[in-house]
């Protein structure tokens, strides 16, 4: 070697003579390649486009990184049980099928941040560094329904931004068989089984994931908007602002899809994510830092009121294993599913991105509550027994938001008579009103389609103003006491329809939905 390193120019002659008398030691073990492979090609990379290899071979520099060993360690493990379940799933449905086993086996990727800093506090690029060294997290997929919230996120920031239609967490939208026209295209997004809700809340179409809800929504917000708002967040510009924008359909990596979410999980901030924090020589003198890249991108009351709309999801919509599982800490995420299962998910401290899938891009057959969501679960269980992440507190609110309780059969504020409520979370001054048809245009529209003669006002004199945001106020979105009314008849599924129309919906994805997409539990509860 040492020869070689002479011939090369790497070394001296000279040098190459005192190394060769020099006795051999026993160097410290490497923890981090061992623990963590994916992640240590990771910096080398970065690390070889500020200096030359020659330097980094000869000199010996300190290099200062973001990975917490101890959550690593729980990344690895997380991802191991995690497989082996998927491994299970899949064994169980090919026998099922009575189908040939297939060679390949599906692939993983997580990757753990800091969600205030972006610093990268465990990473898994694959199930077997060994077997593989491509690094998942840096593969760019379609993210499926993971990318809804930010069409959520955009649509609420007409609060905010003065546009119209102001949308709230109340907004009706419609949830039936509909043809969205682009240009001379129409665009036919289906739901899970083609089973459609109608009339439902902001809330509850993220909650659950309804796919032709969210395109709508999408639409009334504005494709560009939704583009422009991806783009800040860190996904790349490749988005194009299409209806298939609103399903998730262009790829993003892992690494793009976690640090956007810190957009949510950071009161509206952007932080990009990083690996390295500097590197030094043996004097401990600075050679190079790296910058922090932040922006701001939704407003904080945006920000907090996505935060409350993902922890619906958790609590009651499709990443509802999450709580079966047993994690209990505050949390709140989104499942996907495209061809592969996603979950992106985050506590007050760290946030994690878990995608499962197939190397050649077939389809996993396993919604991202069945595969990606365990693999986060156990992960986010085992990093609450660390000592510095065992005691959360809730998400912080900022200033400028109220709570009110809401009629669930008019959508307006509730009155001392109203058998039906729940808590909601809006911006300061967007709640509806007691006496006058809810913000956004919709459900006034809906309600006099669906309830002919419109909708009956609750008397203003029997209603309460929004309060500030309460300690210890049962979560928005869950209603308060009783059992609920029985649930509305839902609409009749549409006939598949073939041909041009079809072929375009495989192209993007449209008729995709998040496997798991079960009916919306009704959160309508009566005062005792």
């Known amino acids: 070697v040492l020869r070689r390193m002479r011939e090369v120019g790497f070394i001296t002659p000279a040098e190459a003579e005192r190394a060769s008398a020099a006795p051999l030691g026993v160097t410290q073990q490497n923890v981090e390649a061992n623990q963590a492979p994916f992640f240590v090609d990771m910096v080398k990379d970065r690390l070889l486009e500020q200096f030359t290899e020659r330097d980094l071979i000869s000199q010996s520099y300190r290099v200062y990184t973001t990975l917490d060993l101890d959550l690593q360690r729980a990344a690895s493990e997380a991802v191991r049980t995690g497989m082996v379940e998927v491994d299970e799933q899949l064994g169980k449905r090919k026998s099922r099928k009575d ?72 907004t009706i939208l419609l949830d039936e068989p509909t043809t969205f026209q682009f240009g001379d295209e129409p665009y036919e997004p289906e739901n899970y089984k083609q089973e459609y809700y109608g009339p439902v809340t902001l809330r509850e179409a993220l909650a659950h994931s309804l796919n032709v809800a969210t395109v709508r929504l999408a639409e009334m917000a504005g494709y560009d908007r939704v583009r422009r708002l991806a783009i800040a967040a860190g996904i790349n510009q490749d988005l194009l602002p299409t ?57 904080p009351r945006v920000a907090y009121i996505m935060v409350s709309l993902l922890q619906s999801v958790i609590n009651s919509g499709t990443g509802a294993g999450v709580r079966s599982r047993g994690f209990t800490l ?25 995608w499962v899938g197939y190397d050649d891009d077939r389809e996993l057959h396993l919604s991202g509550a069945y595969s990606a969501l365990p693999v986060w679960t156990s992960f986010m269980k085992a990093a609450g027994e660390i000592p510095a992440y065992r005691d959360e507190e809730p998400f912080e609110a900022p200033p400028g938001l109220v709570t009110a309780t809401i009629d669930t059969r008019t959508n307006l504020l509730a009155s001392a008579e109203s058998p039906y409520t729940r808590n909601e979370v809006f911006i300061e001054g967007t709640a509806p009103a007691a006496d006058s048809q809810r913000p956004g245009g919709v459900f006034g529209i809906l309600g006099r389609i669906f309830r002919p003669g419109g909708v009956p006002a609750v008397p203003a004199a029997a ?66």
């Open 99 to 170: 189908t040939p086993s297939e060679p390949l086996q599906p692939q993983v990727a997580l990757v753990v941040l800091d969600p205030h800093t972006g610093s990268i506090r465990a990473l898994v690029g694959g199930r077997d560094y060994g077997a593989s060294q491509l690094n998942h997290v840096l593969a760019k997929r379609q993210p499926g329904s993971s990318f809804k919230p930010f069409v959520y996120a955009t649509a609420l920031s007409s609060a905010v931004e003065g546009w119209q239609p102001l949308i709230t967490p109340t």
């Open 463 to 528: 209603t309460a103003p929004p309060l500030p945001l309460p300690e210890g106020a049962p979560p928005p979105g869950e209603g308060i006491g009783g059992q609920p009314p029985p649930k509305p008849p839902e609409a009749q599924p549409a006939n598949k329809k073939g041909g041009v129309i079809r072929k375009f919906l495989s192209i993007f994805k449209g008729g995709q939905s998040d496997k798991e997409t079960k009916p919306p539990p009704s959160k309508e509860t009566k005062l005792q």
């Open 243 to 299: 209806p298939a924008i609103a399903l998730g359909a262009y790829v993003a990596t892992p690494l793009e899809i976690a640090g956007a979410y810190t957009i949510f999980a950071n009161q509206g901030r952007y932080v990009a994510p990083s690996f390295i924090q500097k590197v030094a020589d043996t004097s401990g003198t600075t050679l190079w830092r790296a910058q922090r890249v932040t922006r701001e991108v939704l407003d």
């Open 330 to 354: 505050p949390a709140a995420g989104k499942t996907g599913t495209s061809h592969d299962g996603w979950f992106v998910g985050f506590t007050p401290s760290l946030l994690a991105a878990v």
